[in-house]
């Protein structure tokens, strides 16, 4: 009796509670699934910094259409003081960049403001997207080598409740999973709750909240999978760790258990 009360009172501390995948055996195999390129590439939203350089063999041409100083290609130099296309095709050469500076933000509307260029509707775009439309303005009327260079300057996720640190982490990458973000953040703690993990993500200014089982695999086939910017990923401690840390049931446990102990040595004694 006295086995089966500590196998009770012991039965919480399993540590399957704290392994992901618990659905998939040795030889399980996950169907396989193609996820477009669109499916993962963080859009551009409100409120986003964006990070743009562009890029000439002839410095100075480059020079008007930047906010952090100037990019070159190769560090060909040249006496031109204005933005005047470009007769020769772009070289073969290595590029130099300078430190990133002053970023474009993107206003409530959808905009930013681009020198020469003016206001450009950049909400919804991705990164590849907005490179190339940039990249044609330019060569077809300023550079015809004009090379330009993107990225996200503050794109992050929001990570809270029962993790090692919680923190803003970075999206540094189009492909950043739940996993990715967690594992950034000390991993879940052992009374952090994975099969309940909560995603609140706000799409054309609504919030949705989505409940995620990271135990199982199928989260991998999810759209959620990848976050994305401005996401707030939120891990509550389980249940029973309520119930585990109360006085009360903890001194009840502790009373059963030693009575099952004295029944247990009385019934030895009298054998």
């Known amino acids: 009796m006295c086995i089966v009360v500590s196998v009770l009172f012991t039965s919480c501390f399993s540590t399957k509670k704290y392994a ?14 193609v996820i477009q390129q669109s499916d993962f590439l963080l859009k551009i939203q409100q409120d986003d910094v964006l990070g743009i350089d562009v890029l000439s063999s002839n410095p100075q041409a480059a020079v008007p259409f930047n906010i952090n100083g100037i990019t070159s290609i190769g560090g060909v130099t040249s006496n031109g003081t204005e933005a005047i296309p470009l007769q020769s095709p772009a070289p073969a050469a290595t590029i130099s960049t300078t430190a990133v500076g002053p970023g474009y933000l993107v206003d409530r509307q959808g905009y930013i403001e681009f020198p020469i260029l003016g206001r450009l509707y950049v909400v919804g775009m991705t990164m590849p997207e907005l490179k190339d439309t940039l990249t044609s303005i330019l060569q077809k009327k300023y550079i015809k080598d004009a090379l330009v260079k993107v990225k996200f300057m503050n794109a992050g996720v929001l990570i809270m409740g029962e993790v090692g640190h919680p923190s803003r982490v970075a999206l540094e990458k189009d ?5 990715d973000a967690l594992a950034l953040s000390g991993d879940i703690t052992v009374i952090g709750n994975r099969s309940d993990v909560l995603l609140i993500r706000e ?34 401690p389980r249940k029973e760790i309520g119930v585990r840390n109360d006085n009360t049931t903890f001194r009840l446990f502790s009373y059963i258990f030693s009575f099952a102990s004295l029944i247990s040595l009385i019934i030895a004694i009298k054998k």
């Open 203 to 236: 799409v054309n200014g609504v919030k949705n909240v989505k409940h995620l089982d990271l135990t199982k695999s199928d989260v991998i086939n999810s759209p959620d999978y990848y976050l994305r910017q401005n996401d707030l990923v939120y891990v509550a």
């Open 175 to 179: 492909k950043t999973s739940i996993y």
């Open 20 to 33: 992901y995948f618990q659905d998939l055996s040795k030889d399980s195999t996950k169907k396989a699934i």
